[in-house]
């Protein structure tokens, strides 16, 4: 199971035609992998799509509906805080998005690797295994 965060979704979405771009590599590169989406990160997805249109958003749900949905959980809001928690004693946590904070927490509790373009957020939170495309 591999977890996909907004940017990746962003980037198929805007480049689900051009089966060169790094993330259609990414994907053809682990054929037997669930790739899964935190509910955290549909959620931006789609609002992204929200504020272009209505009919934007309809599209972009049935696009989501091709990957399994990461549900939160009590488990993920305990991880979210003890992540938070330790990049705020180390002074990382300012500049970190909510939502990226949030997804984290998903894979942490669920074990799963991150797929990311945005390195940077990610790298500060220990135990999250990052895979960058």
């Not at 931006?44 to 549900?71: I, K, M, N, T, W």
């Not at 959980?73 to 805080?81: I, S």
């Not at 705020?88 to 991150?114: F, Q, T």
Request: glycine share 4%; with cysteine.
């Amino acid at each position: 199971m591999i977890c996909l965060d907004t940017t990746f979704l962003v980037q198929l979405w805007r480049h689900r035609e051009d089966a060169d771009h790094p993330v259609h590599q990414f994907l053809s590169a682990n054929p037997s992998e669930t790739f899964v989406v935190p509910v955290v990160a549909a959620g931006e997805f789609l609002e992204g799509a929200a504020h272009v249109s209505q009919a934007r958003l309809r599209d972009a749900v049935r696009f989501l509906a091709l990957f399994s949905l990461g549900q939160a959980t009590l488990d993920t809001a305990r991880h979210y805080a003890c992540i938070a928690a330790d990049l705020r004693s180390r002074n990382l946590l300012a500049g970190s998005s909510k939502a990226d904070v949030w997804i984290a927490a998903w894979c942490v509790e669920n074990g799963a690797p991150l797929a990311t373009r945005n390195v940077k957020h990610f790298s500060q939170v220990r135990d999250l295994v990052v895979e960058p495309y």
